[in-house]
């Protein structure tokens, strides 16, 4: 005999006509009438149950129940779809970018894995993969493992977009560690950033060697001593060529004395414990003569004037191109409440802090040294930025409707956003980044022109945040408790915020911008 098919209950069959149909949106009473689910908890449960693909489940529950992106994620987990599949949806059928859907992922504790496993089935390039789990806050490990495992990517290439995310050197080499990755890099890049000596770059088996600080040199005197900063190093020599240099070593510091006479080779470590070489600077010479210090004579006074032209035509050109998102602003009544990572703006920093100094005629080392402190200190402010419900909506107290149109904010001074990370551009703080992070600081002419500039620009900057405005931020939401026959009003509540456009009414610089007035519904 045939097999009977299961018959699903009405509720589920209206519901696959709705999806087979493309119905439009419909609210509760209007999908109560219809015989559908009036909630997208039990929607979402019924098309699990009809094993509704989770492609078509998503779109009907992004359409006809008016979820949004996160929302969706959420109930397509809560229902029982395999989590690759809800992370495939995500960057589909609901069109997330890669950080925003990997946000709502995680925070419907969704692992790593799955997520890459999703996005990868879903061609999201491995750069926005790793850099959306990074935003999501998933560790380094478990980005590591993701792009290991799922993306296949080689430990080398896995390393770079770890980095390139923007996860700290402290957590990549926690992740080199524990994911036993055979990074082939040495212990140092030619910015002089820490990097993580796995093996030095002799592959798996031995054990992982420690960070070193150090910034190439090309060259030492006669006689002289070179000194390594060092992190967690075990026993080693230092070599130069073939020949191995008296060396003194702790596990923190390591010196050696140069030979007495001219040569050149490869400057080199070799591990005590195994014999295990890893090259610090490929080609490294011993001149006769004493070297001068080519920072002693340099002209820092010009460099922190050309440094802050660029630092602040950087900070105006980020600011002026960011936006508030709706991915982390929320509404509850009158208040907009704003997430770490509201502010947001997907580009780095123009480069004019670098520019600046190169036509200055500055050294390119410097130049790079210089941007890179700056925009850490910059992002660590603008990544921490919030909104503490703040009274931006008025109007949404008390709305006569079902659902609240897009209205424009009350404007507020930009200074009554807080971000946890302000101290980074306070004049200590960002003068002591610059000291430990550029080349040549230990002159005092440098300190000196450098604690100049970390005051002139936080100077700026205060006065930024204490002038600037926050305009033009539209707020929307539904009425819950509204109801034409007992409640003819009420507070919303789930709302979103965000801005279409331009936002401060004035750049770290003292530029002043003439924001448009936004019309209520206006570029929603």
Known sequence: MPRSLPILPRATRLLLAALLLGLPPLTPPL??????????????????????PVTEAASTLSTTYRQSGEAVIQLLAAAGWPHPEVALASVTTLRMDAPKAAMGLRAARIGARDVATGFVQGRVASEA??????????????????????????????????????YTSGELHGAVT??????????????????????????SGTPPMGQVTWT?????????????????????????GTLQLETEWTPTRVRAVLPSHPMEGVLAFRRSSDGVVGVIEESFSVLSGPVADPW????????????????????????????????????????????????????????NVR???????????????WQDAFEGAFRQWADNVTIPGLPWFPG????????????????????????????????AAL??????????????????????????FSASFTLFLATAHVMNVLGEGPVPSFNPLYAPAGPVVGGRCWTPGPWATQLPSGTKVDLPDLLPGEDR
Not at 433 to 456: E, H, K, N, Y
């Open 355 to 369: 520019t600046k100094l190169l036509e200055a005629g500055m050294p390119s080392a410097l130049a790079d040294a």
């Open 296 to 351: 002693m004579h340099q002209d820092w006074t010009g460099a922190a004037a050309a440094a802050l032209a660029g630092a602040l035509a950087d900070a105006d050109a980020w600011i002026a191109a960011s936006r508030l998102r709706d991915s982390h602003c929320t509404v509850q009544a009158v208040s907009a409440i704003g997430a770490s990572g509201v502010l947001w703006n997907p580009q780095p920093l123009a480069g």
């Open 396 to 427: 949404f107290a008390s709305f006569p409707a079902a659902e609240a149109p897009a209205m424009t904010n009350v404007p507020s001074p930009l200074g009554a956003l807080v971000s946890t990370g302000s101290e980074a551009l306070l004049p």
């Open 31 to 52: 999908l109560a009438q219809k015989g559908l689910p009036a909630d997208p908890e039990t929607a979402a449960r019924e098309l699990r149950a009809a094993r509704v």
């Open 178 to 203: 524990e994911l036993g990755m055979a990074v082939e890099l040495g212990c140092i890049d030619p910015q002089g950033f820490p990097v993580p000596c796995g093996n030095f770059g002799n592959g």
């Open 216 to 240: 190439p040199q090309g060259s030492g005197a006669a006689g002289s001593m070179v000194v390594f900063e060092a992190t967690d190093i075990p026993p080693l020599t230092v070599l130069l």
């Open 431 to 456: 003068a002591q980044r610059l000291v430990a992070l550029l080349p040549g600081t230990q002159w005092p002419q440098a300190q000196a022109s450098i604690a100049a500039f970390a005051t002139d």
């Open 129 to 166: 993969l790793v850099r959306g789990l990074r935003e999501a806050a998933y560790s380094a490990t478990e980005a590591g493992r993701a792009v290991l495992d799922v993306a296949r990517l080689s430990p080398g290439r896995a390393w770079e977009l770890l980095r390139a995310a923007g």
